[in-house]
Nanobody, 125 residues
Framework: QVQVEESGGGQVQPGDSLTLSCVVSGLTFTDYSLGWFRRSPGKEREFVAGIDYSGTQTRYADSVKDRFTITRQNWKSTVYLQIINLKPEDTAVYFC??????????????????WGQGTQVTVSS
């Protein structure tokens, strides 16, 4: 059974940094590209970052590419999302997802087969 579990969310202040983690089990981790998505209050879920199986190819939404960094540690079956200079508009539930694409990344959510339950990030002073 595949499990996708995010952690690391919380309430932070504007300008703070945060690293989200996501552990994926029950599949061959290196067969999958990984992605982070978020859903802000009143908005639809959106893609923020993706990484290929090796960790050498990444993709970011234009709105976050200067502040978000996605990495993965295959030996730990874990993907990370580092966020710096957090802004109130980053407030959202952040989801981790796995897509069987291995050699590429994608921003299309329908290509991701496995999803976590999400972790809440709230940015407020």
């Amino acid at each position: 059974q595949v499990q996708v579990e995010e952690s690391g969310g919380g309430q932070v202040q504007p300008g703070d940094s945060l690293t989200l983690s996501c552990v994926v089990s029950g599949l061959t981790f290196t067969d999958y590209s990984l992605g982070w998505f978020r859903r802000s209050p009143g908005k639809e879920r959106e893609f923020v970052a993706g990484i290929d199986y090796s960790g050498t190819q990444t993709r970011y939404a234009d709105s976050v590419k200067d502040r978000f960094t996605i990495t993965r540690q295959n030996w730990k079956s874990t993907v990370y999302l580092q966020i710096i200079n957090l802004k109130p508009e980053d407030t959202a539930v952040y989801f981790c997802a796995a897509a069987y694409l291995a050699a590429s990344t994608t921003a299309q959510d329908y290509k991701y087969s496995y999803w976590g339950q999400g972790t809440q990030v709230t940015v407020s002073s």
